[in-house]
């Protein structure tokens, strides 16, 4: 049999053992509405409120600023939409680089009347805080500016942007998706007003998601319906999800410094062993402010989606940082952000490491690619190579 390795852990998780036994349950004899005032029902809200604890404790919130959703994508939506609904008109500030919920969100609201300025990235995909100071306008309703980037990792100086968004009184909402549970987030000395996180990045189930809300934080619903989640998302809960949710959080407390030490030399394992086997290659991203477990690495002249498949052949998941759009391949709107040129955006793969990856699955990954990238050279004009 093929060996396999999976190395996309940003783009999903494994649900951990752990999480599954816990969650178990709640597909049996667990079975009632939480909002139900039997037995039945309490029984339900009881694993729904010690979910909803452990996430509070574990960002130093309280635990009615969390509202759980079905997803990262969902939570993105509320905090920014529920921000501007709530003033009615008014100018946001993002990013260029921020994932697609956040970014199709902002443009929907530049359909509805809002105005909206996408920051640029410097080389290594950082948004320079005095760029958002400059940005700020008498209206600025709200700032939205993720923690890292999904594609190469880059961490957010979002202590900065908090400290100019506090000063000002704007609400910033911060993606977390790819670093809640994976580096430390402080809610307080970071200045934020509302934090999207996702169960399955972090070896929770999928579909199930939460948005911090600081007290006070004027926002409103997006969906309407019930009371549920103290009305600001309605809906009868996921509870197995929730439940699973929870217990990916507790593991993820406990493991999550000693994973990050171990991921990091794994990582700079790769890159090492990548860049001394295969000549004209490239790191993107920050060198240091970076997630611990990705590795974005581009090889010049070579189309991304190549080596990906090349790679599944030996059983190896990775992703592309180029994406293909009606047909036709396209350069990751991220790395076009960052400036990388088009010889090297084209040939962009994803690394993102996680809880299983051991140093030999490093290893068979450095061997695997460079023959893949060998070959693909050698079908270049020798002008190209
Ligand atoms: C930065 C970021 N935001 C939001 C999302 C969307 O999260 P979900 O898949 O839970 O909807 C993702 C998922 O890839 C992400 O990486």
Redesign the pocket.
């Given at each position: 049999m093929t060996r396999r390795v999976y190395l996309d852990h940003?783009?999903s998780t494994p649900v951990h053992p752990e999480v599954v036994a816990d969650m178990l349950p709640y597909f049996g004899e667990i079975f009632g509405n939480p909002s139900s005032v039997h037995a039945f029902g309490r029984e339900a809200r009881e694993g729904m409120d010690r979910a909803r604890e452990r996430v509070a404790r574990f960002l130093g919130a309280s635990a009615d600023e969390i509202v759980f959703t079905s997803?990262?994508?969902?939570s993105?939506n509320l905090a920014i939409k529920g921000l501007a609904y709530a003033r009615g008109r008014g100018h946001f500030i993002t990013s260029r680089i921020e994932?697609h919920?956040?970014l199709r969100a902002c443009q929907w609201l530049e359909t509805q009347g809002f105005e909206v300025t996408y920051l640029p990235v410097d080389e290594l995909g950082m948004v320079d805080p005095g760029d958002v100071k400059r940005a700020i306008r008498p209206d600025t309703i709200g700032i939205t500016i993720?923690h890292a980037?999904?594609e190469v990792g880059t961490i957010q100086p979002i202590a900065a942007i908090g400290a100019i968004a506090r000063e000002h009184a704007i609400p910033l909402h911060v993606?977390a998706?790819?670093t809640f549970g994976k580096v430390p987030i402080d809610l307080d000395a970071m200045g934020i007003a509302l934090l999207?996180f996702?169960g399955?990045?972090i070896y929770g189930p999928k579909g199930v998601?939460g948005l911090y809300v600081r007290k006070g934080t004027k926002m409103v619903t997006i969906q309407h319906g019930g009371e549920h989640e103290r009305r600001r998302r309605a809906g009868t809960e996921n509870v197995a999800g929730i439940v699973g949710f929870g217990k990916a959080v507790e593991v993820r407390a406990r493991d999550m410094a000693g994973e990050a030490v171990r991921l990091a030399a794994l990582r700079d394992r790769l890159w090492d062993g990548i860049r001394a086997r295969v000549p004209d290659v490239k790191l993107n991203g920050h060198p240091t402010d970076r997630l611990p477990g990705t590795a974005n690495i581009s090889y010049r002249n070579v189309e991304s989606e190549s080596v990906v498949l090349g790679l599944d052949l030996k059983g190896i998941g990775v992703s592309a940082g180029s994406a293909c759009t009606s047909g036709s391949v396209e350069p990751s709107y991220v790395l076009v952000a960052m400036g990388v040129a088009l010889g090297w955006a084209m040939g962009a793969v994803r690394h993102s490491l996680g809880r299983s990856t051991a140093a030999d699955d490093i290893d068979y990954v450095i061997e695997s690619v460079e023959p893949i990238v060998k070959k693909l050279r050698g079908a270049l004009p020798v002008g190209a190579r």
């Open positions: 940003n783009a997803g990262g994508t969902e993105d994932h919920a956040v993720m980037n999904s993606d998706v790819q999207s996702s399955h990045k998601a």
